[in-house]
């Protein structure tokens, strides 16, 4: 390139210039700007190392092991996979069916008495204890109370310990009614096993003895854990858990809560397992109460007071809790990659010298967060709210800096930089605004017309409808700044654009740091990842020779877009299954939209705004409108967008077959009816089955229902069929609903007590596993006692719930309730009361198996016998 080539705009100019001779300018962009094929290749240079580096990494598994390698002390997947075949086919564990209570004990107390004929008996003691818990406690504005459930409790001690305080590690073997449980929780279950097994026979020993608990009743409102942390005669000794349980099959598994406000479990962590998938922001949703689902780990933290570490199964959440749950979707290196973490973890927990004394230790929150599934970060919380600040305070002042650069190397006062840097700020709050909003905009309105969920069954379409908005978002305001006449290089005002979204980072930074959050680590290491690049640029000559600053900026955002675009890939992978079941009242396309676009803006935020440094720039946005409107049109009119495909990709369909009768005070019927209670977990709802061979003629919602009779008058099965009564629906049907038995509730006695204005009703139950009784005393009346927890009574209001359920032990029900009337008129009606029962275990009647066998295979139904009884005493 000759002289006369030389960038115009490099060279001083005059203080005061407002502008260039038309010339000048021309040449000076067409040299400073680069092709236009170099804004498009920016794009997907990053899309396709996303497909190349981030997601082989996400799904990456370990080459499982064989039982060649038993001798190496290892964790050996194929026993763990012989294990599981055995486990699904004892087919579904519902908490008091043959199949929970007596098959599935049954094979686990033989599997462990194998494993027990093989320890090594010279430097372990290995005891086997069956529980059978009975209990109650208060949990989700109901009361649960259980009945002879069944915990299998294995404790392993070296010979010679004096530990008093042990491990506990958890997972549970009962299932819901239509699953073999296979991947919740089956596969954590042989995976318990075989590190069992491969502990008690190896010669390497351990300090703390540990107590494997395969608990029977998790499904049924975390009831076993309770049991055992409650009343067996362990727990006292148990001091840190590991809690094992799943929300998918077949991939990785998660480490989603550690604590609470132990630091050092961050560390066991770190130390033990080999193949990290751990973040704190993981645990900060988990804990928003965003994620529909709970485990164990809440019930040992509350009421033992346990610290610990939550590890989950959370890819292919399609099929849990449903019957493709199976071990066609597990894969052997998934059970290798869960049991090399459990055994690596167990072995350091029972060393640690932490637990010799667990109240000496230090307190406090901790930052972790996994890069790429090859390196675990950990640090405290109090040192990562320092190194947010530190980091967003460097960010501004070397923007402040580099301003001050721009206008000595250009000739133009400092005060007309920053003049110009305050309207660069304003244009990338509204980028920022505008790459959060758009997406959100279209979640709005695909959810307007019907089509959320789109993306169910094709993630690709996420691209279309939320990345491509976002990054329109992200980069159409500085194309629209860039357009003005400027004092500077089109170089300098990119940087300065570049500057304006550091700011911008830099003051959420600080925002969300001073509100607590410790996610903010995220937005901290984007901006270290622009501070380093900036800090070397300021050292060296490259700040002030055109766009030669870019190179070592674009080498280094290689790293915060591979975490960033692998951390919410993660989330969206996790989340996007639960939004099969996150409810009618919640549009979940706002929170995958929001998700996207959020990783999207700190993925790609400073790479966008490179595409300016090509003459058609605007080629880009326009080809960015093009794929978002393209992807929106797919959605919304062909069947791409249709959200549920069988087997893969399933609608939930949960409904009660129910025959429900009103007794009135005076022993009369006053209704008796039937038909199937619906409750739809995904935001469409019924409208994909209308098209379809179901027949729901006579379908209706039960708002008028639940404004007249307690609980809706039906029987409602746990708490969260309670908190979606409103949005229920109800399809009559002529015939009665058969169940295989029927609650009998027998008023035994009645007795008015010392103080005259209080009765006592004695009432004996016999009733299936599964049954809840709703009490909703009169308005002048007050349940003032009764034989269930009393502490409910204070702290809740009427209809009382309480959510009852046995295992092995069947025995009726015996219980009271001391009402107080004012005017101790007992000859009236004073209370309702309602009794659900719930037959979990059976397929109903031959007109419901019909029934059911009408839903299109895209739709997995989830269905069983209830009867509900009212009546009035």
């Known amino acids: 390139m000759g002289d006369k080539d030389k960038l115009i705009l490099d060279e001083p100019v005059e203080e005061g210039v407002k502008s260039y001779s038309r010339k000048h300018s021309k040449k000076a962009k067409g040299y400073l700007q680069l092709p236009w094929y170099f804004s498009g290749g920016i794009v997907l240079f990053w899309g396709l190392l996303f497909v190349a580096v981030v997601k082989p990494l996400f799904y990456r598994l370990p080459e499982p092991l064989t039982v060649e390698d038993a001798s190496k002390g290892v964790f050996i997947a194929e026993r763990a996979q ?20 007596h098959k599935t004990v049954q094979f686990l107390l033989k599997e462990l008495n194998l494993i ?124 840190a858990v590991i809690n094992l349980d799943a929300a998918g099959s077949g991939g990785r598994e998660l480490m989603f809560q550690s604590g609470p406000n132990t630091p050092w479990l961050a560390s066991i962590y770190k130390q033990g397992a ?48 449903t019957k493709y749950d199976r071990i066609d979707v597990i894969p052997r290196a998934a059970l290798q990659n869960t049991g090399d973490n459990l055994l ?41 709210v320092k190194l947010n600040y530190a980091v967003a305070a460097a960010a501004i002042i070397l923007v402040y800096v580099s301003l001050l650069r721009i206008a000595d190397t250009s000739n133009v006062s400092s005060e007309q930089i920053l003049g110009s840097f305050v309207l660069v700020l304003v244009v990338q709050v509204i980028a920022f605004v505008l790459g959060l909003a758009l997406p959100l905009l279209v979640a709005y309105g695909l959810d307007k017309y019907g089509y959320s969920l789109s993306y169910f069954a094709t993630p690709s379409l996420l691209i279309g409808l939320y990345v491509c908005p976002s990054l329109l978002g992200l980069a159409l305001p500085s194309f629209i700044y860039l357009k003005l006449k400027s004092y500077v290089s089109v170089a300098q005002q990119v940087q300065m654009t570049l500057h304006g979204h550091a700011a911008v980072l830099s003051i959420l930074c600080i925002g969300i740091n001073y509100y607590g959050l410790r996610t903010t680590y995220v937005i901290t290491w984007t901006l270290v990842f622009y501070v380093l690049p900036l800090a070397f640029n300021l050292l060296t000559t490259l700040h002030d020779r055109g766009f030669s600053y870019t190179a070592i900026l674009k080498i280094v955002q290689v790293a915060p877009f591979l975490y960033n ?5 993660c989330f969206i992978v996790i989340l996007t299954p639960m939004m099969g079941r996150f409810g009618l009242g919640t549009n979940p396309d706002l929170i995958i939209g929001a998700l ?17 440094m090509s003459r058609r720039s605007g080629f880009v946005l326009l080809t960015l409108l093009s794929v978002a409107i393209a992807a929106v049109t797919i959605a919304s009119s062909s069947d791409i967008g249709f959200p549920y495909r069988a087997k893969t990709n399933v609608q939930r369909v949960p409904y009660l077959q129910v025959r429900r009768v009103f007794y009135e005070y005076d022993g009369t019927v006053s209704k008796d009816e039937s038909g199937y209670l619906f409750s739809f977990q995904d ?68 007795t008015v007590l010392a103080d005259g204005k209080t009765i006592r009703f004695q009432f004996n139950l016999n009733c299936t596993d ?8 009169n308005e002048d009346v007050t349940v003032s006692s009764w034989s269930f927890l009393e502490e409910y009574l204070t702290t809740n209001s009427p209809p009382y719930h309480v959510y009852y359920s046995y295992g092995i032990d069947d025995t009726p029900l015996d219980f009271s309730i001391d009402l107080t009337k004012p005017d101790a008129d007992f000859n009236v009606p004073l209370f309702e009361m309602g009794i659900s029962a719930h037959y979990m275990h059976v397929d109903g009647d031959e007109e419901a198996v019909q029934f059911a066998k009408t839903f299109p295979d895209f739709a997995v139904t989830i269905q069983w016998p209830a009867i509900y009884k009212k009546y009035q005493f």
Request: charged share 15%.
């Open 82 to 101: 012989a294990n599981l075949y055995d486990f699904e086919a004892i087919g579904t564990k519902v908490v008091g069916s043959d199949g929970n209570e």
């Open 274 to 321: 080999k193949h990290y998938f751990s973040t704190t922001m993981a645990e900060e949703i988990f804990q928003t109460g965003l994620v529909p689902s709970y485990t164990d780990f809440d019930i040992f933290v509350e009421y033992g007071n346990l610290v610990g570490l939550d590890i989950g199964q959370c890819i292919n959440g399609f099929v849990y809790h």
């Open 344 to 384: 690596g973890l167990v072995r350091t927990l029972s060393n640690t010298t932490e637990l010799r004394n667990p109240s000496a230790n230090p307190s406090g929150n901790t930052t972790f967060f996994d890069v790429l599934g090859l390196y675990l970060v950990t640090y405290s919380a109090d040192t990562g």
């Open 770 to 777: 599964h049954t809840s009784i709703f009490i909703n005393p």
């Open 683 to 750: 935001r469409r709802g019924v409208s994909p089955l209308k098209d379809t061979n179901v027949d729901l003629t006579g379908l209706v919602n039960m708002t008028s229902d639940c404004a007249k009779y307690m609980m809706c008058g039906m029987p409602l099965y746990d708490h969260r069929w309670v908190e979606a009564m409103d949005d229920t629906m109800w399809l009559p049907r002529e015939n009665p609903v058969w169940t295989p038995a029927e609650p009998i509730l027998e008023l035994r006695n009645k």
């Open 565 to 569: 675009s692998y951390l919410f890939y």
């Open 596 to 612: 996207t676009a959020l990783g999207t803006i700190l993925s790609m935020g400073f790479l966008i705004l490179l595409i300016n």
């Open 116 to 239: 027990k004929a093989n320890i090594q008996e010279d430097l372990f003691d290995m005891e086997i204890d069956l529980q059978y818990a009975y209990g109650a406690y208060v949990k989700w504005n109901l009361v649960n109370m259980y009945q002879g459930i069944q915990n299998v409790v294995v404790k392993l001690t070296p010979k010679g310990s004096t530990s008093e305080n042990y491990v506990l590690v958890n997972s549970h073997f009962d299932s819901q009614p239509t699953s073999p449980s296979t991947g919740d929780d089956g596969h954590m279950v042989v995976s318990i096993l075989e590190v069992l097994r491969v502990m008690s026979s190896s010669t390497q020993s351990f300090e703390h003895p540990i107590v494997f608990l395969i608990n029977g009743s998790e499904e049924n409102s975390l009831q076993a854990s309770h049991g055992f942390i409650a009343y067996h005669k362990w727990a006292k000794n148990c001091k």
